[in-house]
Each structure stands twice: as C-alpha cells, then as structure tokens.
C-alpha cells in the first residue's frame, strides 16, 4: 500500500501540518475536512487515491497540528491558507475534495482562486444562504459542551455526535473526540465559520466541474445536495447508501471510488 508522509509546512498562519501519498509527479488531489476534525478523518481514503494520484489531506488552520497564526476563523481565510499550501507544494492545480466544513472551503478556494482548481468534489456540504444561516442561528450549539471536572463532558461530547454514526462503530466516535479535545474551547469555529459564510455571493464564480456526494443517512447534508446542484448546474450528484457524517473515515473505500471516478472525467 503507498505509504502515507506527514510534514509542515511553514505559511502565514505559522505551520500548517498535512498529510501526502502517492508520486508527486501525479496529478494533485487535496482533501479538506470537516469541523472540528482533522486530516485523519482522510486516514484510510489517502492511500487509495495515493495509488493513481498526489493525495493530500492538509489540517485546517487551527485544528488538527495546525497552527492558526491568531486570525480570526473564517471560510475565506481557511481557503487563502489552503492555497497557500499549493503554492509551497509548487502545486499548480489541484482537484479539491471537500467534507461538511472541507466542502465549504473548497468552494471559496475554488471561487478565488479559480485557476488553481482543477475541479471539486462537495460531500455532505451545506448550500449556507441567509435562511441557512437564520436557521444555524437558531439552534443550539453543535459540539460546544461545558468542562466538568469530573470528566462528564467527555461523555456529552461523545453523546452529542452519537445518533449521526454508526452503530458498532466507536472508534468513528473516538478518532472525533480526539480532534474536538484538542482544539478544545475552539470546537465551534467551524461551524461558526460556515453558518456566517455568504456562499450565495460566491458560489455563481465557480465554474469549474463539480460533483456533489450526498451521504443519504447525513441529516446536515442529504437536504442541501439539490439545491447546491441548482447553484452548479455543471455539478451532478451521487449517492452513498448509508453514509453518515463520519463519510470518508465510515465507508473509505465507497468514498474513493466516487472520487476516482470523478477524477477519470476530467480533461
């Protein structure tokens, strides 16, 4: 199997960590994840694209090992960080593969900084327009829970996120508790991030072929994929049975074949 490298690389925010497999001749994918996980949440899917293409999966500013160079957390500078990546990769071009939050980024990254974009792959991204964002304001909370000292939080965090996994899955639910620990008082960044991004002002620059993949068992997710598709007339839409929030980590290989897939179409 392609091994899987780790490395920083030293960006404005400070050291951004990321992960790469595959020939670094081959053509670049870079995998971007969802709040508040990191890029091991791509563990099991790098090595699969890594046989055919450059995979890398790159922790968002200020989550997994990267640093967040004391900027305020938005979508905007989350995609500029991302590019960034590229240049100091001397990446021309690269295919973006994007999960909840990652999905949201790939689409300001490829709005920016369009020739930099090969083309995109939305998975389980929210359409964030303003009765998204009246609606996001109106709920609770995602994954914010108050510190006890006798740990009890640990389990409400757990118990948070447990009806959007699988079943008979707990270390879905440990590799998410490791990552939300260690951005700790931060864990709603991205959500926030998200519910306050203006993508209906940006998503009409995005020109580039897309593919929408709905995770049918993703109650953030599953509602959003036709209206996104209204918005990207050039993107189509794929399913995965039974895919959850935890998507790439949860069925790896049905996640890679739909991005391998995708990846084959583009000229």
């Not at 400070?14 to 001749?25: E, M, S």
């Not at 929030?245 to 739909?258: G, N, T």
């Given at each position: 199997?392609?091994?899987?490298?780790?490395?920083?690389?030293?960006?404005?925010?400070?050291?951004?960590?990321?992960?790469?497999?595959?020939?670094?001749?081959?053509?670049?994918?870079?995998?971007?994840?969802?709040?508040p996980r990191s890029w091991t949440e791509y563990r099991a899917v790098l090595p699969l694209l890594g046989a055919r293409h450059r995979a890398i999966a790159m922790?968002?500013?200020?989550?997994?090992?990267?640093?967040?160079?004391?900027?305020?957390?938005?979508?905007?500078?989350?995609?500029?960080?991302?590019?960034?990546?590229?240049?100091?990769?001397?990446?021309?071009?690269?295919?973006?593969?994007?999960?909840?939050?990652?999905?949201?980024?790939?689409?300001?990254?490829?709005?920016?900084?369009?020739?930099?974009?090969?083309?995109?792959?939305?998975?389980?991204?929210?359409?964030?327009?303003?009765?998204?964002?009246?609606?996001?304001?109106?709920?609770?909370?995602?994954?914010?829970?108050?510190?006890?000292?006798?740990?009890?939080?640990?389990?409400?965090?757990?118990?948070?996120?447990?009806?959007?996994?699988?079943?008979?899955?707990?270390?879905?639910?440990?590799?998410?508790?490791?990552?939300?620990?260690?951005?700790?008082?931060?864990?709603?960044?991205?959500?926030?991030?998200?519910?306050?991004?203006?993508?209906?002002?940006?998503?009409?620059?995005?020109?580039?072929?897309?593919?929408?993949?709905?995770?049918?068992?993703?109650?953030?997710?599953?509602?959003?994929?036709?209206?996104?598709?209204?918005?990207?007339?050039?993107?189509?839409?794929?399913?995965?049975?039974?895919?959850?929030?935890?998507?790439?980590?949860?069925?790896?290989?049905?996640?890679?074949?739909?991005?391998?897939?995708?990846?084959?179409?583009?000229?």
């Open positions: 199997m392609t091994p899987i490298r780790r490395a920083f690389a030293d960006l404005s925010v400070g050291q951004v960590h990321y992960a790469a497999c595959g020939d670094p001749a081959a053509p670049a994918v870079l995998l971007l994840h969802q709040s922790d968002t500013a200020g989550f997994g090992d990267s640093a967040d160079g004391g900027v305020p957390a938005s979508i905007e500078q989350w995609a500029r960080v991302a590019c960034e990546l590229l240049d100091a990769l001397e990446i021309a071009q690269a295919t973006l593969v994007g999960h909840h939050t990652g999905g949201v980024v790939a689409l300001e990254l490829a709005a920016a900084f369009p020739d930099r974009v090969r083309g995109l792959v939305l998975s389980s991204t929210p359409y964030t327009d303003e009765a998204f964002r009246r609606a996001r304001a109106a709920r609770p909370p995602i994954d914010e829970v108050a510190p006890s000292e006798d740990g009890t939080h640990l389990a409400a965090l757990w118990q948070k996120r447990q009806a959007f996994y699988p079943p008979g899955r707990p270390e879905l639910l440990e590799a998410f508790v490791r990552d939300a620990l260690k951005v700790g008082l931060r864990v709603e960044e991205g959500h926030r991030a998200v519910a306050s991004y203006r993508m209906e002002a940006r998503i009409g620059r995005v020109v580039q072929p897309a593919l929408i993949v709905r995770a049918t068992d993703d109650p953030f997710a599953a509602p959003h994929a036709v209206e996104l598709q209204h918005q990207l007339p050039q993107a189509r839409i794929v399913d995965i049975e039974g895919g959850m929030v935890p998507l790439p980590d949860q069925m790896p290989e049905a996640f890679a074949r739909v991005v391998l897939d995708f990846l084959e179409t583009l000229p």
